[in-house]
């Protein structure tokens, strides 16, 4: 019954999203946050510490972007997973980056370098749209959606 209500509440989510936008940028979500934070204190990161907490955090997340990439198809939009590095610690109008442009951790962010200011989720958010067009004109350009460098032929291999 919970699944059922979680599927019916990411499908209304998603729907509204792709009414709204033509190119829609998602966070490519590969890590799970319990995994990162024992990383940072030190500690050898453990299945049976982070397992628990998955399903709850980055399985939902990872449902919705797949209802998004389906119903984008179905609308006519592209959606786009791009790399969420870093985005809420990134000024967005001069690229500066620091861990000291979030104080304490907070939820404000205040570039040290220009001193813009904003709230860091609103901060994450203009960083992933902007990747996002960054690849969008990428792709128009080369006809290529990659988010690896350009690289020449005798560079690449193939396996045969």
């Not at 509440?9 to 890590?31: F, P």
């Not at 959606?79 to 907070?106: E, H, L, M």
Request: aromatic fraction near 6%.
């Amino acid at each position: 019954r919970e699944r059922r209500f979680n599927a019916d509440i990411n499908h209304c989510i998603a729907k509204r999203v792709v009414i709204y936008g033509s190119l829609i940028g998602l966070e490519n979500i590969t890590h799970n946050p319990d995994q990162i934070k024992l990383i940072q204190l030190g500690h050898e990161p453990s299945i049976k510490l982070c397992k628990p907490h998955i399903n709850k955090r980055i399985w939902e997340f990872t449902k919705l972007h797949d209802f998004i990439d389906y119903k984008a198809v179905l609308g006519g939009a592209l959606a786009i997973r791009v790399d969420a590095d870093f985005t809420s610690q990134s000024c967005p109008r001069c690229g500066y980056t620091s861990k000291a442009n979030r104080p304490n951790n907070g939820l404000d962010f205040d570039c040290m370098a220009c001193g813009y200011k904003l709230h860091a989720d609103l901060v994450g958010a203009k960083n992933i749209a902007l990747r996002t067009l960054l690849l969008r004109q990428d792709f128009e350009r080369t006809g290529r959606l990659s988010t690896v460098p350009d690289v020449s032929q005798d560079e690449t291999k193939t396996l045969d």
